[in-house]
């Protein structure tokens, strides 16, 4: 596995196949520090296609691609086919593989759009990289989303949208702290049915986020 990532680098960029352009994939790509590990899941596949990049795997089902498309993908040198009737999705199945690969960063494209319950499991499946110690975004057009564990640090020189805001991984977020924000939080204890760490900002050159357990963290543009 570890002659993967000496071969493409030590970020994997995966597209799944919900709301993406070619042109966020080509732009992500292009930012990503070469070489990258493109692997294309189910529909996602495609979208590389079309960013006029040619995916190092691809893995899904492919029941969302037409007849053509699929000609596409079965004539690329790395296809792995899976059957429908499985336990997980085509994201998880190469989220899994990703991991396996132990990259330091995944990005993660494709995993939000119109099916709300693709979006929230995909941003669950995000624990899983957190749990194997590698830095994992859910990017989208206007989001950047992460799971962390205990603790992270937001610079303002990389910040990706306006807003921060911090939710609970599950039922409660626990003992929350947000330091150098707009709304500070203090030992601040709450749980999903309450909107109050919801569209905070940065204002400091350093934000510091600390909690009990898991939180969701989300930066957004608009």
């Not at 994997?12 to 692997?39: C, K, M, S, Y």
């Not at 494209?109 to 941003?123: A, E, K, P, V």
């Not at 799971?147 to 939710?167: E, I, M, N, P, Q």
Request: proline share 4%; glycine share 8%; hydrophobic share 40%.
């Amino acid at each position: 596995m570890k002659k993967d990532i000496a071969k493409y680098g030590e970020t994997v960029i995966l597209v799944a196949g919900g709301t993406v352009d070619a042109a966020l994939v080509r732009r992500v790509f292009d930012e990503a520090t070469p070489p990258v590990l493109l692997i294309g899941v189910d529909r996602g596949t495609i979208t590389i296609l079309e960013a006029g990049l040619e995916p190092s795997r691809a893995i899904g089902d492919f029941d969302s691609v037409n007849a053509a498309q699929w000609e596409r993908v079965h004539a690329l040198p790395h296809v792995e086919k899976l059957i429908p009737e499985k336990d997980d999705t085509d994201t998880e199945h190469a989220l899994r593989y990703a991991i396996s690969l132990g990259p330091k960063k995944i990005l993660m494209l494709g995993c939000t759009g119109t099916r709300l319950d693709q979006t929230i499991s995909s941003i669950g499946l995000l624990k899983q990289a957190t749990d194997a110690g590698i830095e994992a975004y859910i990017l989208d057009a206007n989001n950047r989303v992460r799971v962390v564990r205990d603790a992270c640090t937001l610079r303002k020189k990389d910040a990706f949208g306006t807003y921060v805001s911090v939710l609970p991984y599950g039922d409660r977020l626990e003992h929350l702290y947000m330091k150098g924000f707009k709304y500070p939080a203090e030992d601040v204890s709450t749980d999903f049915s309450v909107s109050l760490t919801v569209s905070n900002e940065l204002t400091a050159k350093e934000g510091e986020i600390r909690c009990d357990g898991y939180c969701i963290v989300i930066e957004s543009k608009d």
